[in-house]
């Protein structure tokens, strides 16, 4: 189905799964700003910012827009501030970057999505990628298999259980993988979908402000790759 450079992307995920078996590193995630009619994130999404998020909306319950730039972020905190913005209705715009965990647990939880002048929305996997890759990278490390194996297993049924509950189809967050579309290349950093695309998938309202401007022109010289959903019935087989 997918076809990318497995070897780099067997030795990434080998390595964050390694890693959770030490001790948590400290918690650098970005702080939750208050303004008159919106909260703002700019930075790393973690548990920290999702708590943060959780105390303020209940502080402030008639803020329902949140402003957000977010390039890197923990997936499970990502999870569960989409499931807040879900559950408040929360309007969300993009005002820098937005990819991986923030594209596909913020992004697509939210109520209506703005995507001001020249930001970016791009996905590059998610549970569905890392489960399938997990079955490569337990080869490697066949001490550690079923700890590898446990955890991919873990988040991709937190993530078909978040999709469920946002009624978004889950993959979205792979479908640029698919070799009939040939996005995930050593020229490419990630993948966008069209307002038609993202409607059908389950997106509610997107708006993009550069409405003069295509996506591929928005995010910037040929790095992200178009997804065509045309013809979904032949992709993901």
Not at 43 to 65: F, M
Not at 111 to 116: G, L, P, Q, Y
Not at 127 to 147: H, I, R, Y
Not at 189 to 197: H, I, L, R, T, V
Request: charged share 15%; proline share 3%; aromatic share 12%.
């Amino acid at each position: 189905m997918r076809q990318y450079f497995l070897s780099r992307k067997i030795i990434a995920m080998s390595v964050l799964f390694l890693a959770a078996c030490s001790s948590p590193p400290p918690d650098d995630g970005a702080e939750v700003q208050v303004s008159s009619n919106h909260f703002t994130i700019e930075g790393k999404v973690t548990r920290a910012t999702v708590e943060q998020l959780d105390n303020l909306v209940g502080q402030y319950p008639e803020i329902k827009q949140l402003r957000i730039s977010s390039d890197t972020s923990d997936p499970m905190a990502a999870m569960q501030l989409g499931y807040i913005l879900y559950r408040n209705d929360f309007n969300l715009y993009v005002t820098g970057i937005c990819k991986r965990a923030c594209a596909n647990y913020i992004f697509t939880a939210a109520k209506t999505r703005t995507v001001n002048e020249g930001a970016v929305v791009a996905w590059a996997g998610g549970a569905l990628e890392q489960n399938k890759l997990s079955e490569w990278t337990s080869t490697l490390f066949p001490g550690v298999s079923n700890f590898i194996a446990q955890n991919a297993n873990a988040y991709l049924r937190r993530e078909t259980r978040f999709f469920n509950r946002i009624n978004v189809d889950q993959y979205i967050t792979v479908y640029g993988f698919d070799k009939n579309i040939g996005c995930m290349t050593e020229q490419y950093q990630g993948f966008y979908y069209s307002e038609a695309d993202l409607l059908s998938m389950g997106l509610g309202p997107v708006t993009f402000v550069d409405s003069n401007s295509n996506m591929a022109q928005m995010v910037g010289q040929g790095r992200y790759c178009q997804v065509d959903l045309s013809n979904r019935l032949l992709l993901i087989n």
